[in-house]
């Protein structure tokens, strides 16, 4: 009677483990913080300060139909809040700005201490 070693087979199991869990990632790299309550701050428009940034695919950031890179951005958004207690930045983006350009920017808002970032949605053409 023959008999079935089973100990290659559990090697071969324990040396796939391994590698998998050494090539798996399991930092959480780029992750950004969002809160998505449905609460609502009941402040009026002249209360609040609304900075409408639409970024752009070269690298470029449009407001007020004025240019920025990303330090001028940064200049402009200090300086527009300055002097207000309350505002909100509407971050939107352009048609063939790709996900990892506007994430970079609400990245580069968020590491420089400037809060209130806001998800602009641009409405299609039909829905007008």
Same mark, same amino acid.
């Given at each position: 009677?023959?008999?079935? /070693?089973? %100990?290659?087979?559990?090697?071969?199991?324990?040396?796939?483990?391994?590698?998998?869990?050494?090539?798996?990632?399991?930092?959480?790299?780029?992750?950004?913080?969002?809160?998505?309550?449905?609460?609502?701050?009941?402040?009026?428009?002249?209360?609040?300060?609304?900075? +409408?940034?639409?970024?752009? #695919?070269?690298? /470029?950031?449009? /407001?007020?139909? $004025?240019?920025?890179?990303?330090?001028?951005?940064? %200049?402009?958004?200090?300086?527009?809040?300055?002097?207000?207690?309350?505002? %909100?930045?509407?971050?939107?983006? #352009?048609?063939?700005? %790709?996900?990892?350009?506007?994430?970079?920017?609400?990245?580069?808002? +968020?590491?420089?201490?400037?809060?209130?970032?806001?998800?602009?949605? $641009?409405?299609?053409?039909?829905? +007008?």
């Amino acid at each position: 009677m023959t008999k079935i /070693s089973l %100990t290659p087979i559990i090697d071969v199991v324990f040396i796939l483990l391994i590698f998998f869990m050494l090539a798996s990632n399991f930092n959480k790299i780029g992750e950004l913080e969002m809160d998505m309550s449905k609460e609502s701050n009941q402040a009026s428009d002249e209360d609040m300060k609304v900075i +409408k940034l639409t970024v752009q #695919k070269g690298g /470029s950031v449009i /407001s007020n139909d $004025k240019i920025y890179d990303d330090n001028e951005l940064l %200049t402009m958004v200090r300086l527009a809040t300055k002097e207000v207690d309350r505002y %909100t930045i509407i971050l939107t983006a #352009k048609d063939d700005v %790709t996900y990892q350009r506007y994430l970079t920017v609400m990245n580069l808002l +968020k590491k420089n201490k400037i809060e209130n970032v806001t998800i602009g949605i $641009k409405a299609n053409e039909t829905e +007008k």
